[in-house]
């Protein structure tokens, strides 16, 4: 069982910066994908930015430019830099683990953190 532990968030005025954080724990295939989800209210959760085990990052249209995905293999913990932020960024931020094993892919989420942006 995977376990995510996501920290970093809460308010910050338009332009701010915050630093998500999610450590993952527990029996964790090698092959594996970390992402970043958001669910704002009244809206579908949408992916934000995800990383491979490689290192390959992707990001939506929407936060390319501004934030920055990033991952510590050896913490098994992913990074979410969140620069120059604005007021449609707010919502619940969660974070996934998407990993490989011999029945296929398996899928983690942790329990969701709140980032609001607002002056």
């Known amino acids: 069982q995977v376990q995510l532990v996501e920290s970093g968030g809460g308010h910050v005025q338009p332009g701010g910066s915050l630093r998500l954080s999610c450590a993952a724990s527990g029996s964790i295939s090698s092959i594996n994908i970390m992402g970043w989800y958001r669910q704002a209210p009244g809206k579908q959760r949408e992916l934000v930015a995800r990383?491979?085990?490689?290192?390959?990052?992707n990001y939506a249209d929407s936060v390319k430019g501004r934030f920055t995905i990033s991952r510590d293999n050896a913490k098994n913990t992913a990074y979410l830099q969140m620069n120059n932020l604005k007021p449609e960024d707010t919502a619940v931020y969660y974070c996934?683990?998407?990993?490989?094993?011999?029945?296929?892919?398996?899928?983690?989420w942790g329990q969701g953190i709140q980032v609001t942006v607002s002056s």
């Open positions: 996934n683990l998407a990993e490989l094993s011999t029945t296929g892919w398996n899928t983690n």
């Open positions: 990383i491979g085990s490689g290192g390959s990052p």
